[in-house]
């Protein structure tokens, strides 16, 4: 594995450009290749140090980028290379610039069901070539289904920190994944399997087709109750125009029993994406996505970003004050206990030349200074990247004012 590492200084060969994502250890850069001069994704992964837990493990790292070195698919992102540096590890991406699929169809005023089942057919296409290679995804959600770019409708699945390579003899269970796409053998700590990625597509479909999410509850454990005993429905106001072809594409995906799941090659080869005769073919042609309720429920997951950006600007409030109140104590601690100094020294304790750390003042935690630091960063950065993902000019100042969104939620 280390010959997949590059030692070199990345800024040798790439130029790198703006943020495009950050998740929780990892920033997602734009690079350009300074010879050839093509544009590439490039992922900073923060490497844990020591015992610490600020990082990714090194073998998580590593188990990424051993299921990037697998793929090769027209629907899959692909893998360039990797570079390896004393704080980070970075993975040179393929640039996939077109936005989340969702987001390209909510600006549609129209969508049959067969071009909704055409992009769900690159969907499995895409999760063929993974599971082909025993490779399970366990993240699929509409954040992580992407178009290569502004002009094509070519699908990407990207993300694939949480896959991993397993087999019909292993045994592995792990709570993992996004609440309202997870399949029940995740909610019941069960064995996982090739069909969990199966369950996924299932609940990626029916929002697709109707707007709503089959098994959202106002609670997490609500939403692990609906999932766990299948407490769906086909709601006949969200699913009027909808064929009997997809409802049932669907009903064969929302099985609690794995081995009794659609599997990939099933879903490829039901009719709703392969029809063998010509009234399943007109049948699609003539169904239509919901697709204002559609909009709604993209409306809704937008105001709910914001109302995280609102949050966030709140945590990152509370964490300077904390911070501003630690260091202030702090000082107060040191002016104290440093009474019996010289006039001389005092001066350049009130002008701010000692610092509450360097004098080893009563009440100043080092630890806490740093974790408080930390937070503030992480907050900025995401604020930042939903900050852009809003599509406001300026800088934070510009998210904090409240936007009409936020004065009307959608229904």
């Avoid at 997951?301 to 702090?330: A, E, F, P, Y």
Wanted: include cysteine; charge should be negative.
């Amino acid at each position: 594995m280390d010959s997949v590492f590059k030692l070199e200084p990345f800024e040798d060969n790439y130029e790198v450009g703006e943020d495009l994502g950050s998740g929780h250890f990892a920033v997602v850069r734009k690079c350009i290749h300074r010879k050839t001069r093509q544009a590439f994704a490039a992922k900073f992964i923060r490497k844990r140090r020591g015992g610490g837990r600020k990082g990714a493990k090194m073998e998580d790292i590593v188990k990424e980028i051993n299921v990037l070195r697998c793929m090769n698919h027209p629907n899959v992102i692909s893998l360039h290379e990797v570079y390896d540096t004393k704080q980070e590890v970075i993975l040179v991406l393929e640039l996939v610039s077109g936005g989340e699929l969702f987001d390209y169809i909510s600006e549609k005023e129209a969508l049959s069901e067969e071009e909704a089942s055409a992009f769900i057919k690159q969907i499995l296409e895409g999760l063929k070539h993974l599971h082909d290679n025993s490779i399970v995804h366990l993240d699929l959600k509409p954040e992580n289904i992407m178009l290569l770019d502004r002009t094509s409708t070519k699908i990407k699945l990207i993300d694939f920190g949480l896959a991993r390579k397993i087999n019909d003899k292993d045994d592995v269970r792990a709570m993992m994944g996004t609440a309202e796409f997870i399949a029940p053998e995740v909610v019941s700590f069960e064995p996982l399997s090739l069909a969990t990625d199966m369950w996924s597509v299932g609940v990626i479909t029916y929002i697709l087709l109707s707007g709503s999410s089959p098994f959202l509850g106002e609670t997490l454990q609500e939403t692990y109750h609906n999932i766990t005993a299948l407490n769906f429905d086909f709601d006949h106001d969200l699913f009027q125009n909808t064929s009997d072809l997809a409802k049932d594409f669907i009903k064969r995906l929302f099985i609690k029993n794995p081995r009794k799941r659609g599997s990939v090659n099933d879903c490829l080869n039901h009719p709703w994406i392969k029809p063998s005769e010509p009234r399943e073919a007109i049948a699609r042609r003539s169904a239509m996505i919901n697709i204002d309720n559609f909009k709604s429920f993209m409306a809704r997951k937008r105001w709910k970003q914001s109302m995280r950006v609102v949050s966030l600007c709140n945590r990152l409030t509370k964490s300077i004050q904390l911070r501003k109140s630690t260091d202030t104590l702090s000082s107060r601690n040191t002016l104290s206990s440093r009474n019996n100094l010289d006039e001389e020294t005092t001066e350049e304790v009130n002008c701010g030349a000692w610092s509450p750390s360097s004098l080893g003042s009563p009440g100043h935690d080092p630890a806490l200074d740093s974790l408080v630091v930390e937070q503030e960063q992480q907050d900025v950065q995401k604020l930042r990247h939903m900050h852009d993902a809003e599509h406001h000019d300026g800088d934070i100042s510009a998210t904090l004012a409240t936007p009409p969104s936020f004065l009307h939620p959608p229904d």
